[in-house]
T-cell receptor, first 116, second 113 residues
């Protein structure tokens, strides 16, 4: 199956700093990638759709200036949490869909962010 | 608007017994339906999908799911549960022509030895 990687898997940072999370599709190209946030014992909340070569599309209520998304190539999307605060602590997961097979999304392993 | 319901927060089953994790959906037009499994502190792993064709879909690790259009359901099943099946299961729907998935709230499956 298709493989999506995420880096780092875990990050601890001080309040006010910025954190960058990378999402890579390893064996397929993805013009679109998705960024999700998951709170403990809850489902995934779609934050934004990352589009290669154009601006990301953000879901309602997600601050685009706080969660910067860049889709630099057909295999890489980055999410930067700017000026992180403790309430940004969460599990962030990216996914990339295949263009065939009904658009099955393949997920990265997730990044656990803890802001102190 | 699309929506997915998983009516059970938790399902407990004894090892070796059959298991069912329920999912119902609402979507305009024909749905694409998916099941994913999540182990602790991990991303989601794809189990199976229904796009078209046979209503009974077979997937990874011995799981299968039955698409029922009249009941708008897509229940996940396995004939004989393993302790290692214990995890969080998510049902998702995608409208034909759209990209976004809508996920259900998840069902925690516990298989007891």
């Amino acid at each position: 199956g298709a493989v999506v990687s995420q880096h780092p898997s875990r990050v601890i940072c001080k309040s006010g700093t910025s954190v960058k999370i990378e999402c890579r599709s390893l064996d397929f190209q993805a013009t679109t990638m998705f960024w999700y946030r998951q709170f403990p014992k809850q489902s995934l909340m779609l934050m934004a759709t990352s589009n290669e070569g154009s601006k990301a599309t953000y879901e309602q209520g997600v601050e685009k200036d706080k969660f910067l998304i860049n889709h630099a190539s057909l295999t890489l999307s980055t999410l930067t949490v700017t000026s992180a605060h403790p309430e940004d602590s969460s599990f962030y997961i990216c996914s990339a869909p295949l263009t065939s097979g009904g658009g099955t999304q393949y997920f990265g392993p997730g990044t656990r962010l803890l802001v102190l | 608007a699309q929506s997915v319901a998983q009516p059970e927060d938790q399902v407990n089953v004894a090892e070796g017994n059959p298991l069912t994790v329920k999912c119902t959906y609402s979507v305009s037009g024909n749905p694409y339906l998916f099941w994913y499994v999540q182990y602790p502190n991990r991303g989601l792993q794809f189990l199976l999908k229904y796009i078209t064709g046979d209503n009974l879909v077979k997937g990874s690790y011995g799981f299968e799911a039955e698409f029922n259009k009249s009941q708008t359901s897509f229940h996940l099943k396995k004939p004989s549960a393993l302790v290692s099946d214990s995890a969080l299961y998510f049902c998702a729907v995608r409208a034909m022509g759209g990209q976004n998935f809508v996920f259900g709230p998840g069902t925690r499956l516990s298989v007891l030895p």
